[in-house]
């Protein structure tokens, strides 16, 4: 039983909390208007209807209320009250009937603290601390909810009231606010206080103090030794000027018997100095006579350095003036890089190396482009030993002319361009069988090939050039398509 009221006093506190939130207007006007309490109890499956009877305890006033629902709502000024649930069955008879259970509706009142001060004083109580902080306030309930708050550290002391003071223990120094709370959910928060620990202060105070006597007193003690270090400072400094004044004296005497051996020293070095003098301009003399006979054999020297330079010249000029060659013969290396259409051969994801030879004729020039033909031959040995049966050594030597065209990048120097053409490619395939039966054969056949071909030339020197190129070639032998890729670089002598 006591838990159902508790339950009913609870619902009715929050249906009233959140009416007074929806509307202001019925919050400043609390007196006079009326809210809706809303009473529960647990429903009985035999019943088909309830009466509700609710009696005000200050003027023993009944209100009926029927329902078929296990609940009812219903408007009450506030106070304390009381009431009880009849069911009744299908047959309209009653069938329980609960005792009567006190309840009481609050005003909701919303507190309002004036003023606080802005320092409250930290006191020691047995084992823990407490603060009490005089509050000016009002509208506020009897079961209100105190609270010291820490905005900073995000928690809350819960306190009471005594005395229309805020009583809180284990509270440490800090920042904080006072909120009071009332039952009905309103709540207000003080301006923010500073509580401190004035024993802490008090003690910090203290130290202070006898740090700064203990301070004075080194300070005293510091000054008294200064002191006896200036006078032996002093002292010291007299007994100083007294040595150096006695050496002075003894340097005065050094000095002029030192002046005297000078003096002597200087009359025999001046005699020495003339003597060396003499022979130095002998010396001199000398040097002038071998440094004449020097100059005269490095001009001579120089000349036929001028003169061999001069030369070296000359024959690089003639060879600059030489007419230019359009005739080259090229021998070098490329890289397979592809063989398709090829069933003899299972190459086509290798490197292979081709040599290469060429014999390029340009006689015909038109501005910066050079126009003529070539010849090309090359040789490509190529192995399979894929082949569990045999294996295969193959030699491709294709004998192309071309036509080409290349372009004079940098004068007697670089040089891009392309060629192509066709002629015939000769192909020996060797098969040497695993097999016991036979050794060996060979087969020789010949066909039409064409190439086209990118190239980029430089000449190291007039005889000398370097060719890096690219070439796609098409052999057509035996009925086979054999189609290769190949980069890479030749070295040519050219006359």
């Known amino acids: 039983m006591v838990n159902s ?13 959140i009416v007074l939130c929806s509307s202001v207007f019925l919050t400043a006007q609390e007196t ?21 009877e609710v009696k005000n305890e200050n003027s023993d006033e009944i209100i009926e209320f029927k329902t078929e629902e296990n609940f009812i709502e219903f408007t009450m000024p506030s106070g304390k009250y009381s009431w009880r649930v009849t069911a ?3 047959l309209g008879r009653k069938s329980k009937i609960t005792k ?34 005089p509050l000016l ?5 009897d079961a209100a909810k105190v609270e010291l708050v820490d905005e900073i550290l995000d928690r809350c002391i819960s306190g009471k009231i005594v005395d229309g003071k805020a009583v809180f ?24 206080l500073t509580v401190v620990d004035n024993s802490r202060i008090e003690e910090e105070m203290r130290l202070a103090e006898q740090k700064r006597l203990e301070e004075e007193m080194r300070l005293a003690e510091q000054k008294r030794l200064e002191e006896e270090m200036r006078l032996a400072e002093q002292k010291r400094l007299e007994e100083e000027k007294r040595l150096e004044e006695q050496k002075r004296l003894e340097e005065e005497k050094r000095l002029a018997e030192q002046k005297r051996l000078e003096e002597e020293k ?3 070095e001046q005699k020495r100095l003339e003597e060396e003098k003499r022979l130095a301009e002998q010396k001199r003399l000398e040097e002038e006579k071998h440094l004449t006979e020097q100059k005269r054999l490095e001009e001579e020297k120089r000349r036929a350095e001028e003169e061999r330079l001069a030369e070296i010249r000359r024959k690089k000029e003639e060879r600059r003036n030489r007419p230019k060659k359009d005739f080259y013969v090229e021998l070098g290396a490329d890289l397979l890089t592809g063989i398709t259409d090829d069933p003899l051969s299972k190459v086509v994801e290798e490197f292979k190396p081709v040599v290469d030879l060429k014999i390029e004729y340009l006689p015909k020039k038109i ?21 569990k049966d045999y294996d295969v050594y193959r030699f491709v030597v294709p004998v192309l002319a071309n036509f080409s065209i290349m372009k004079e990048i940098k004068p007697e120097k670089m040089y891009a361009g392309i060629r192509a053409g066709g002629g015939l490619s000769f192909l020996c395939n060797k098969f040497v069988f695993n097999s016991d039966m036979r050794s060996d054969s060979k087969f020789l056949h010949v066909g039409l090939a064409g190439d086209a071909q990118l190239c980029a030339r430089y000449v190291i020197n007039r005889s000398f050039v370097v060719e890096l190129n690219s070439a796609c070639k098409y052999f057509r032998i035996s009925g086979e398509d054999i189609i290769s890729v190949s980069a890479g670089g030749l070295l040519g002598w050219r006359f």
């Open 5 to 17: 009221l508790r339950y009913v006093l609870k619902s009715v506190l929050v249906s009233l909390f």
């Open 32 to 52: 006079k208007s009326k809210f809706t309490q809303r009473l529960n109890w647990k429903s009985d499956f035999k019943a088909m209807e309830y009466l509700v």
């Open 88 to 90: 009744y069955d299908y």
């Open 100 to 133: 009567w259970k006190e309840f009481e509706i609050l005003k909701a009142m919303k507190p309002v603290i004036k003023d606080v001060e802005k320092s409250a004083p930290l006191k020691k109580l047995d084992s823990s601390t407490i603060v009490e902080i």
């Open 137 to 141: 306030s009002e509208s506020i309930s």
């Open 169 to 192: 223990e284990n509270v440490i120094e800090g920042d904080y606010k006072v909120r009071i709370t009332n039952p009905g959910g309103f709540s207000c928060e003080s301006q923010e």
């Open 266 to 268: 200087r009359l025999a």
């Open 367 to 387: 501005g910066s482009w050079k126009l003529g033909g070539e010849i090309e031959s090359s040789f490509e040995y190529l192995l399979d030993e894929t082949n």
